[in-house]
């Protein structure tokens, strides 16, 4: 890891965010809240879900994405403009504190 990445990384997580690279069609990276891969590991594993909704809060980006699990993933963006942004983070950061950790199985 080269230097400007491990300050982003460092950044990102003083605001309580993280960068994930989703695997599928190709790689892609997100920035989402601290929470999301343990929402998204509850969603599939948990309640069996074969789709995932949560907000990317790449400033350059800010989108609604939809992942859809299988075998490659898929993921679907929509853009959203700063009132629907501001308004999908305020819920999102909300719901997000119930999933502290990883669920892998049920139990």
Do not use: W
């Not at 599928?24 to 879900?49: A, C, M, W």
């Not at 075998?71 to 501001?86: A, K, M, S």
Request: with cysteine.
């Amino acid at each position: 890891m080269d230097q400007h990445h491990a300050q982003e990384l460092k950044k990102l997580k003083e605001q309580g965010l993280v960068k994930i690279k989703l695997d599928g069609l190709g790689q892609y990276e997100v920035i989402t809240h601290r929470n999301i891969p343990n929402k998204i590991s509850h969603d599939f594993n948990i309640k069996k879900y074969r789709m995932v909704e949560f907000v990317n809060r790449d400033p350059d980006r800010p989108t609604l994405c939809n992942l859809y699990g299988g075998d490659p993933n898929r993921i679907i963006e929509t853009f959203l403009d700063e009132e629907d942004y501001c308004r999908r983070t305020d819920i999102e950061d909300q719901e997000l504190e119930k999933y502290p950790i990883k669920c892998y199985h049920e139990g």
